[in-house]
């Protein structure tokens, strides 16, 4: 069996962000990019209600008023930039942070996995890791006889009212922690 990473997510529920914060400074000012040229320009859209752009590098960056999302094939990239967006913004309240993985499970028998929990085909299973604030959703579906697409959500429920820059959430060490996680359970999962 292989588990292979498509893509990682780091999202922030906050009751006020501002989708148009996402500016050339803002991105530089925060350390999020190094130089404005690490943009794809033509992929920006800054408004009021939804912003959007992507890096170069292939990280994608969706600022509405309730969340943010940055996505990457690299989680280094994301989790790192994640945190910088926080601590630079400690007037704004966060909710949740979700750290996800869109992963294809390959080389397995997709009946006998999809039997093993009494799913359909395309199902959730609901994972419950024991830890502060954290819990886990996973959604997958069958793509063919030896291919499953999965997505695993670990949700942190953030105390009420906290200051995005006051997340004492570590990103990197729990997306980290997570994905030892997801590729444990997948393999010890199937036997």
Not at 52 to 59: E, F, P, Q, R, V
């Amino acid at each position: 069996m292989t588990v292979q990473i498509i893509t990682n997510s780091l999202v922030v529920l906050a009751d006020a962000h501002n989708p148009t914060l996402i500016s050339d400074y803002f991105l530089l000012e925060s350390g999020i990019i190094d130089n404005v040229e690490q943009i794809n320009k033509s992929s920006v859209i800054i408004t009021p209600a939804l912003s959007s752009l992507n890096l170069k590098d292939g990280t994608q960056i969706q600022i509405n008023p309730g969340k943010l999302i940055m996505t990457s094939q690299s989680g280094d990239q994301v989790f790192d930039r994640g945190q910088k967006y926080c601590s630079s913004l400690s007037f704004i309240k966060g909710i949740a942070v979700g750290i996800n993985f869109d992963v294809n499970i390959s080389q397995i028998n997709a009946e006998k996995w999809f039997k093993k929990f009494n799913l359909t085909k395309s199902s959730a299973l609901c994972l419950e890791v024991k830890h502060q604030y954290k819990s886990c959703n996973i959604t997958s579906s069958k793509i063919s006889n030896d291919l499953i697409r999965a997505q695993f959500n670990f949700h942190y429920q953030l105390p009420k009212n906290t200051p995005l820059g006051e997340i004492t959430i570590d990103f990197k060490k729990e997306w980290q922690k997570n994905l030892k996680l997801l590729k444990t359970f997948t393999k010890e999962s199937y036997q």
